[in-house]
């Protein structure tokens, strides 16, 4: 489970007020308890921190208020930026630094893209050169082109 920390009371989210539409209300009227809100999470020694909104404003202010040791910042959305490849860019960078699951397939679904397994050389020590077909280019072709500009430049 992921925790999710509330800036009106400055502790965890429970299940019913993060769909509850009187606390989302509630949080655009009430003073915000930011401090709290970042001594909760720095309180579990969290790892990865999320800043979730429309661009990272409160990350550089958390970081400077931070305990321990610090975690990797990420932000979901970045002004002028494309949102998709933001949030993208922000999983991956999770995955890297957590090696945490991700479903990949989860995320692309329903966008008409497909995803594919990459081979991992050098690590599993196979070659993937692609053989050369009859039309592509070799050093004797390249001497034999040489050759031609040289005799009818």
Do not use: C
Request: hydrophobic letters at 35%; aromatic letters at 10%; a neutral charge.
């Amino acid at each position: 489970m992921i925790g999710f920390v509330s800036s009106v009371s400055g502790g965890w989210h429970s299940a019913g007020s993060v769909v509850d539409p009187g606390y989302w209300g509630r949080a655009i009227r009430e003073p915000v308890r930011f401090g709290e809100a970042v001594a909760t999470v720095s309180g579990v020694g969290a790892g990865v921190v999320w800043e979730i909104g429309s661009h990272p404003q409160l990350t550089s202010l958390a970081r400077a208020s931070w305990v321990g040791e610090q975690p990797v910042w990420l932000g979901t959305l970045r002004r002028d930026r494309v949102d998709q490849v933001e949030v993208h860019g922000s999983l991956a960078a999770y995955v890297n630094a957590t090696s945490g699951d991700l479903d990949w397939s989860g995320v692309h679904a329903g966008k008409g893209q497909r995803t594919i397994t990459l081979p991992t050389y050098p690590f599993n020590r196979q070659r993937f050169w692609i053989s050369a077909g009859p039309n592509e280019t070799t050093n004797t072709n390249i001497e034999n082109e040489t050759k031609r500009h040289r005799n009818h430049g």
